[in-house]
């Protein structure tokens, strides 16, 4: 077990899952990543989000992955994704990640339609019923379900949520659940809002890019965190240009591209996702061989 009291702080890294050129899921491969990831500094695991195109996955292909990152790091430096359509099939994916010995679960609201907030809380009251602690996560653009600051109050007020990955780039926001929400754990969602973030009390990252620049990721994280901007500000600016594809619709595809230059295997994506277009691969290729050689890593 992890000593670390609250397991979904840090750097848990949204793990890019790795593709055979069939497209066919290799668990071997994605084991011993996430064992990279952990062994180079990186707190976490979260299988099964968005970069790890858990949409395309079969139930079984889900499961596995789930079930390689715990055997791989421990059950509970692992943050399952358990985004669903309906709430019953979320609290089911929950309740296996439990069973695993997850330390948390993360969970987005329905998102098959623009859900109003009755339904949000009933969502989130059904998945906590599994017992495992569920961190709430925030992307407005994706599900057009936003978990506004009194939203996220309401969900932590009646001790469904035990954090929150806040993706709507708004880092005022930041402050607004504080106040609002006192005790409610606040993790950076999108790469390109680290630091301001981080300044505004964030205790984690559920972060893209440590899968190609795990140490890099991780100093920035310690020192943005501590309020070391003197180190934190001068790294930031360095991989800002990488970490903003995290915020684009192209976000899978451009890690594993930066993956794939640093020396790690990225692939290629399942449908429907297409390999980047020529303009798109040359911006992310000259900038991931920009920080390479200026010895980010």
Same mark, same amino acid.
């Given at each position: 077990?992890?000593?670390?009291?609250?397991?979904?702080?840090?750097?848990?890294?949204?793990?890019?899952?790795?593709?055979?050129?069939?497209?066919?899921?290799?668990?071997?491969?994605?084991?011993?990543?996430?064992?990279?990831?952990?062994?180079?500094?990186?707190?976490?695991?979260?299988?099964?989000?968005?970069?790890?195109?858990?949409?395309?996955?079969? &139930?079984?292909?889900?499961? %596995?992955?789930? /079930?390689? +990152? *715990?055997?791989?790091?421990?059950?509970?430096?692992?943050? @399952? !994704? =358990?985004?669903?359509?309906?709430?019953?099939?979320?609290?089911?994916?929950?309740?296996?990640?439990?069973?695993?010995?997850?330390?948390?679960?993360?969970?987005? &609201?329905?998102?098959?339609? %623009?859900?109003? /907030?009755? +339904? *949000?809380?009933?969502?989130?009251?059904?998945?906590?019923? @599994? !017992? =495992?602690?569920?961190?709430?996560?925030?992307?407005?653009?994706?599900?057009?379900?936003?978990?506004?600051?009194?939203?996220?109050?309401?969900?932590?007020?009646?001790?469904?949520?035990?954090?929150?990955?806040?993706?709507?780039?708004?880092?005022?926001?930041?402050?607004?659940?504080?106040?609002?929400?006192?005790?409610?754990?606040?993790?950076?969602?999108?790469?390109?809002?680290?630091?301001?973030?981080?300044?505004?009390?964030?205790?984690?990252?559920?972060?893209?890019?440590?899968?190609?620049?795990?140490?890099?990721?991780?100093?920035?994280?310690?020192?943005?965190?501590?309020?070391?901007?003197?180190?934190?500000?001068?790294?930031?600016?360095?991989?800002?240009?990488?970490?903003?594809?995290?915020?684009?619709?192209?976000?899978?595809?451009?890690?594993?591209?930066?993956?794939?230059?640093?020396?790690?295997?990225?692939?290629?994506?399942?449908?429907?996702?297409?390999?980047?277009?020529?303009?798109?691969?040359?911006?992310?290729?000259?900038?991931?061989?920009?920080?390479?050689?200026?010895?980010?890593?």
């Amino acid at each position: 077990m992890s000593d670390r009291v609250r397991p979904w702080h840090g750097v848990m890294v949204a793990t890019a899952l790795p593709l055979r050129d069939d497209l066919t899921v290799d668990l071997d491969r994605y084991a011993e990543h996430c064992r990279w990831l952990v062994d180079g500094g990186c707190d976490g695991i979260v299988p099964n989000g968005s970069l790890g195109e858990y949409q395309t996955l079969t &139930p079984e292909e889900r499961a %596995r992955v789930m /079930e390689t +990152a *715990v055997e791989a790091v421990g059950g509970a430096n692992v943050m @399952a !994704g =358990v985004g669903a359509y309906g709430a019953a099939e979320s609290r089911a994916w929950a309740e296996r990640a439990g069973e695993a010995g997850c330390g948390s679960v993360l969970l987005l &609201p329905p998102n098959a339609y %623009r859900a109003g /907030e009755a +339904a *949000v809380l009933d969502h989130y009251r059904e998945v906590a019923r @599994a !017992g =495992v602690p569920v961190v709430a996560y925030n992307n407005p653009y994706d599900t057009k379900v936003d978990l506004t600051p009194a939203l996220l109050a309401r969900l932590f007020d009646e001790g469904l949520i035990v954090a929150v990955k806040e993706f709507s780039g708004d880092a005022r926001r930041a402050y607004e659940i504080a106040e609002l929400a006192p005790g409610l754990d606040l993790l950076v969602g999108s790469d390109d809002v680290l630091l301001e973030l981080a300044v505004a009390g964030a205790v984690g990252w559920i972060a893209g890019y440590p899968n190609a620049l795990p140490a890099s990721s991780v100093e920035l994280y310690r020192a943005a965190t501590a309020g070391d901007l003197a180190t934190a500000l001068p790294l930031y600016r360095s991989l800002h240009p990488l970490l903003r594809w995290d915020s684009r619709t192209e976000f899978v595809q451009a890690i594993k591209l930066s993956m794939d230059l640093a020396g790690r295997y990225g692939g290629p994506c399942r449908p429907p996702r297409l390999p980047l277009d020529a303009e798109q691969e040359a911006v992310v290729r000259a900038a991931t061989e920009k920080a390479l050689a200026e010895g980010l890593r």
